[in-house]
């Protein structure tokens, strides 16, 4: 009450919205891009958020890849503050495919380069071995995606046998979808077991109330 009581009756409105799933939701990539490359270190107070809210938002150890897309689809309105409420902080490389679904791997890479606003996972043949590649992002098209947790690759040859991709910084970053994919083949950590499979996973596919 404290934050909405003096509020006009617009915001208020802008407010309550939030918790509902829009007709017509807008599109992923575009809602990270207004997020911005960088999310801040605010502990989000889902009590005061609109979507309108342009705001840089994270949490005290800043978002990783799967919280990324949590935001997303809220920002763009597929999902509902009490959704994004539950899922941002909860969400783990053990529970995500139970946010996001299975997917569906890709056959060909370059029929979904230019999916701008498709959620993209990467990940070897187990689900869930030790070796897993578990990494999630948003295409925005020409063959770029974005998300965090996806800063570049580290020099070829080095870190057992071809380039690795690196996941230490959490700020978004846009990268290279083929280059990803080309660099976690590379690699004999991933190579051995498996290989590596990227997979779309259709916002209309997943379960947000």
Not at 97 to 108: H, I, Q
Not at 126 to 149: E, F, L
Not at 155 to 172: H, I, N, T
Request: hydrophobic residues 35%.
């Amino acid at each position: 009450m404290s934050h909405w009581s003096w509020k006009t009756t617009a915001t208020i409105m802008n407010g309550v919205r939030a918790y509902e799933r829009l007709a017509a939701p807008g599109c992923l990539a575009g809602a990270l891009e207004r997020l911005g490359r960088n999310p801040g270190r605010t502990t989000l107070k889902y009590y005061d958020m609109a979507r309108q809210h342009h705001r840089n938002l994270g949490s005290p150890t800043t978002p990783i890849c799967y919280q990324t897309i949590t935001l997303a689809l809220w920002i763009s309105g597929h999902a509902s503050l009490p959704w994004l409420a539950t899922w941002y902080a909860s969400s783990n490389a053990g529970n995500c495919f139970d946010l996001m679904g299975d997917g569906n791997e890709v056959d060909d890479l370059n029929a979904v380069l230019d999916l701008r606003g498709q959620v993209i996972s990467f990940r070897n043949r187990t689900r869930m071995g030790a070796q897993y590649v578990n990494h999630w992002a948003i295409i925005t098209g020409g063959g770029k995606a974005i998300g965090s947790n996806t800063d570049g690759f580290d020099d070829a040859g080095s870190g057992g046998g071809g380039r690795k991709f690196l996941w230490g910084d959490r700020a978004l970053h846009e990268f290279d979808i083929a280059e990803c994919v080309q660099s976690c083949a590379e690699n004999t950590k991933y190579r051995d077991a498996g290989g590596v499979r990227v997979a779309l996973h259709p916002p209309g596919n997943m379960d947000l109330w």
